[in-house]
């Protein structure tokens, strides 16, 4: 079945009663080139599990159940379900499980579903729990290798961006800690049905399991990132001061004994500024 054709699509809408609803960020790829790309380059292949968030239609679903062992796929709208059932029926390596991703055990899933086999995962996620579930999946340490998912043009560039540099934000400190980033390609908003006001790109985290820092280093490490992002166009001591009950003075001393201008804007700290400075004030 050709679910990236308009008339096939409308057509499975209107036998199964299916309509859009906008706040589920419901814009579903009809550019065929996509998804096998992004199954492609997400690391889809013979003995790797997949781990899917909104199926749609299942038209990622079917290109990673092609590929993959294994694909296990998240989706809320439980109104998708005879839609799914009719796409995906000659598939017997895919599971939906129908919930809310954000409600959902990952690391529960994950071992039930695929024990220790490989896993990566692939999605085009809803715009409005992009950066939520990007850090859940990091945060959480899911025993993932890589999380290749479609974002909104804007949230890729600034999920990309090099530390320290005008792009960056408390979120690229956070992905480039667990994961090293990188943007594989642009696509258009022609290439979703409704079409959405802005452009997309797909992008892919490759996930570094090693852990770097103890726990109370890492909560004082995205403490102090979270707090200067907070004020960006104020110099990092104004924030911190308030954030950690230290005075500025102090704090442009530990900055400076750091090698880090006492004067810096949150944004011009590398990621290995921000370790050693979380590593110091704790
Ligand atoms: N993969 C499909 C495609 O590329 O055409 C659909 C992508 S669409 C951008 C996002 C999907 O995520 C929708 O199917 C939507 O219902 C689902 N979704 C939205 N919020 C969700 C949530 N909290 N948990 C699980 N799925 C969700």
Redesign the pocket.
């Known amino acids: 079945m050709e679910l990236t054709n308009i008339g096939v699509i409308r057509d499975l809408f209107e036998r199964h009663g299916f309509s859009f ?1 906008k706040s ?6 009809i550019n065929p080139a996509i ?1 096998p790309k992004i199954a492609e380059l997400g690391g889809c292949g013979e003995g790797i599990c997949a781990l ?6 299942g ?2 679903t079917t290109e990673l159940a092609r590929r993959c062992d294994k694909v296990v796929a ?4 439980t109104s ?1 379900k005879p839609i799914l059932e009719e796409t995906l029926a000659e598939f017997d390596n895919v599971e939906v499980v129908f ?4 409600e959902t055990d990952l690391a529960k899933l994950i071992a039930e579903k695929f024990g220790d086999r490989e896993v990566v995962v692939c ?4 715009y409005y ?1 992009t950066s939520p579930v990007i850090m859940r999946v990091l945060e959480s340490r899911l025993p993932v290798k890589a999380m290749t998912v479609m974002v909104q043009k804007e949230a890729a560039d600034r999920l990309c961006a090099a530390p320290g540099t005008r792009e960056c934000g408390a979120i690229t400190y956070a992905v480039n800690y667990y994961s090293k980033p990188k943007l594989l390609f642009r696509v258009n908003r022609g290439s979703f049905m409704p079409s959405p006001n802005v452009d997309s790109a797909v992008i892919r985290l490759d996930i570094d399991s090693t852990k770097k820092l103890p726990e109370a280093e890492e909560q004082m490490l995205f403490k102090i990132i979270r707090a200067g992002f907070s004020q960006r166009r104020k110099q990092l001591v104004n924030p911190l001061s308030a954030e950690l009950g230290r005075s500025k003075a102090e704090l442009a001393e530990t900055l400076s004994s750091l090698g880090i201008k006492p004067t810096a804007r949150p944004e011009e700290l590398s990621l290995d500024d921000y370790v050693k400075l979380a590593e110091c004030v704790k």
């Open positions: 609803t589920l960020g419901q814009n579903f790829l998804c899917e968030i909104g199926t749609g239609v038209v990622l998240v989706e809320i709208d998708l919930a809310d991703v954000m999605a085009n996620l809803p729990i």
